[in-house]
């Protein structure tokens, strides 16, 4: 599965900002997708999860400002961010959760990663 991100950038506080991540690829069936992150100096830490079926899971210092959503027919998740503070700077990467529909093994992919950057 490869990993396409896209929809960073720079905006000024109170701000928002829509990242995309499409999976393509053959023979695989997605599980969970999510988004993650990483400021300079700090480790890489989970922002938002959906699950195939739609459930979803947020880190605590997005909760009602950030929404994730994937549509499964074009395998992409969506991260849309309101209300963007500076500390929402940094790497945004998205991960993927597949299964090989021939070989049946799970496996983990990541994106390239897209910058944001929040000016106070």
């Known amino acids: 599965v490869q990993l396409q991100a896209s929809g960073g950038g720079s905006v000024q506080a109170g701000g928002s900002l829509r990242l995309s991540c499409a999976a393509s690829?053959?023979?695989?069936?997605?599980?969970?997708m999510g988004w993650y992150r990483q400021a300079p100096g700090q480790q890489r830490e989970l922002v938002a999860t959906?699950?195939?079926?739609?459930?979803?899971g947020y880190a605590d210092s997005v909760k009602g400002r950030f929404t994730i959503s994937r549509d499964n027919a074009k395998n992409t998740v969506y991260l849309q961010m309101n209300n963007l503070k500076p500390e929402d700077t940094a790497v945004y990467y998205c991960?993927?959760?597949?299964?090989?529909?021939?070989?049946?093994?799970?496996?983990?992919?990541w994106g390239q990663g897209t910058e944001v950057t929040v000016s106070s």
């Open positions: 991960q993927v959760r597949a299964v090989d529909d021939r070989s049946f093994e799970f496996y983990e992919n």
């Open positions: 959906i699950a195939r079926g739609g459930s979803t």
């Open positions: 690829g053959r023979d695989f069936t997605i599980n969970s």
